[in-house]
């Protein structure tokens, strides 16, 4: 029986082949370096806007998609939604972090 290739689904969309069934880890390290940038700045706007830990998690996640897009990186929003829930607690370690060195 002949080995099933592992097949790309890709689709032409305006004028750019896009691989719809993309994963974060296939991303560039500077795709993937900015769109952990943009994750946390959009956190730690929320929480200094709000100052309580955001429950409205999708207003973050819009507003990281919005500049995924305007970069012009194409990633499932799926993806993006899955990074930010793993990284969630990291972020909120991150700016009691930064919390802690500021009153020092």
Known sequence: MPDKKKTKIHKRIDGRLLQMDKKFSSLKMKQ???????????????V???EKN???DEKIISAVLQKIE???IWIPAGEIVGYYRRKK???RKRLE???QEKLK
């Not at 993937?32 to 929320?46: G, L, M, N, P, T």
Request: charged letters at 45%.
């Open 54 to 56: 955001p429950n409205a």
């Open 32 to 46: 993937k370096d900015k769109i952990a940038r943009w994750v946390y700045e959009e956190y730690k706007r929320y």
């Open 48 to 50: 200094m806007k709000h």
């Open 97 to 99: 972090k930064e919390k």
């Open 70 to 72: 305007d970069a012009q």
């Open 89 to 91: 607690p990291h972020l």
